[in-house]
């Protein structure tokens, strides 16, 4: 395949190289770039004037592979040129048999195995049984949710001595300064991270909202199985569970925000080497769950009948739970977290682009990447920045920067076509008008057939 006479833009400085010709080979590697090649003749021609190339995004927080037919769902994020993920949760069935790899869907990036909760890690021997079961299964890394600190503490020791890295939530109660994360996922969550900027934050985590699923008192068969449904009813709006005393503890965390505690943290992760993978989208679809826009988005018509209902219903049970005070405290709770993300971004500390897609209400596979990119604008991050966080630095976060990230000769060839330059605006990020996968050239037809396929589901 030749791609000619496009613009390339190298995500690491934003620097664009006109007028360039890129010969792929069918296995799906660049083999030359440069203002010179000739197109191979016989092979396909993409005309590529007037269009940008940049590598292809990656959703950093994803779980379509939690649906038992995640075909149409993957479809939607290749469509919004997304080419590959990080699944946040998985199975042992599918450490042990992942889905091959075709040019048809994103490529797996990453796979955990089960979810860490108490119903599987609720004491500190049963997490490392846990964790070394994974480990053997073959997990790329060890996700972490709802587990108490001192289950926290052995997990990390037990995958630092197995090497693999542990992400996911910061448990109650835990000073954010002693995790070590290789990377927090939405930013806490709730008030994790924002404990750690607070002049309050002793009393903060003192009094830190325990998980909503208890430990069992003996180990139980098919835990993994009981730990995934529990998990997928708190999964649509976590915000849900919000008792009045949550909300008290929201309000401290919000009034005794202390931006100087703030960027010593920011520079904390930075030294430290903590990624944040803020997924902002899926804050908001949590914290302003009964706002109209989600209602009134058009791209739901690529989500199910049955998600369109649960959805409504939980925007239903939002508005009817929380009165106007607590609205308020979840909106300026919001408006903190994007102040937060700048302050993360302003200080070095390393940032990763994801959604959460799918199973969180109003967090559309696909779609919602590309409202990630205008929430991390929103928050104050640059278009090159916020292109960094789902191409180049996602790639160097999964230790792939050797092989993909960049547009180079040598590297995997799964790229997108922009029709405006990225680097000036973050809307030309969405302006996707082909995709490369795996070798395979998706164009705008076919790019809207991925999208039609989803809908009237």
Excluded at 81 to 106: D, H
Excluded at 381 to 400: E, K, M, N
């Amino acid at each position: 395949m030749n791609i000619t006479d496009v613009s390339v833009v190298d995500p690491r400085d934003g620097s664009i190289t006109a007028h360039q010709n890129l010969r792929i080979t069918k296995d799906g590697r660049i083999e030359h770039v440069g203002a010179s090649a000739e197109p191979d003749v016989g092979e396909p021609v993409v005309e590529g004037r007037g269009r940008f190339a940049v590598p292809g995004y990656v959703d950093l927080h994803a779980h379509p592979l939690n649906l038992g037919d995640p075909t149409a769902e993957l479809g939607l994020m290749l469509a919004f040129g997304i080419t590959g993920y990080r699944q946040m949760s998985g199975t042992t069935a599918l450490l042990r048999n992942r889905p091959a790899a075709t040019p048809e869907r994103p490529a797996l990036l990453g796979l955990p195995g089960a979810v860490l909760t108490p119903i599987n890690a609720g004491r500190a021997e049963t997490a490392v049984a846990e964790v070394r079961r994974q480990a053997a299964d073959g997990a790329d890394f060890i996700k972490a949710a709802l587990i108490t600190p001192e289950v926290y503490f052995a997990v990390q020791a037990e995958a630092d001595r197995l090497g693999l890295p542990v992400v996911g939530h910061l448990p109650g109660g835990i000073d954010v300064r002693a995790a070590r994360f290789r990377s927090i996922e939405h930013i806490g969550p709730g008030f994790g991270v924002l404990a750690g900027c607070s002049c309050h934050e002793d009393d903060l985590r003192a009094g830190a909202v325990r998980s909503p699923i208890k430990a069992p008192p003996f180990p139980i068969p098919f835990a993994d199985r009981l730990a995934g449904f529990l998990l997928g009813r708190i999964v649509r709006n976590p915000a849900q569970l919000t008792s009045p005393a949550g909300l008290r503890a929201t309000r401290d965390a919000i009034d005794s925000f202390d931006e100087a505690k703030a960027r010593e943290l920011a520079r904390h992760f930075a030294a430290q080497g903590i990624w944040n993978c803020p997924t902002l989208i899926r804050i908001k679809s949590q914290e302003l769950c009964d706002t109209g826009d989600f209602a009134a988005d058009p791209n739901l018509k690529y989500v199910t009948a049955r998600e369109r209902r649960q959805w409504a219903a939980a925007a239903r049970a939002f508005a009817k739970k929380f009165d106007a005070e607590a609205h308020d405290i979840f909106a300026e709770q919001f408006a903190l977290q994007l102040r937060l993300v700048r302050i993360l971004d302003e200080e070095g500390a390393p940032l990763l682009a994801g959604t959460d897609a799918v199973g969180a209400a109003w967090v559309i596979a696909g779609s919602s990447l590309h409202e990630e990119f205008d929430l991390l604008a929103e928050a104050g991050l640059t278009p090159l920045r916020i292109l960094q966080t789902t191409t180049s630095d996602a790639a160097r976060f999964l230790g792939r920067d050797d092989r993909a990230g960049t547009i180079e000769a040598g590297k995997e060839a799964d790229l997108v076509l922009l029709d405006a330059d990225p680097t000036a605006a973050v809307g030309n990020l969405h302006t996707v008008s082909g995709v490369v996968r795996a070798g395979r050239f998706f164009d705008t037809g076919s790019l809207a057939a991925l999208k039609e396929r989803a809908t009237g589901r």
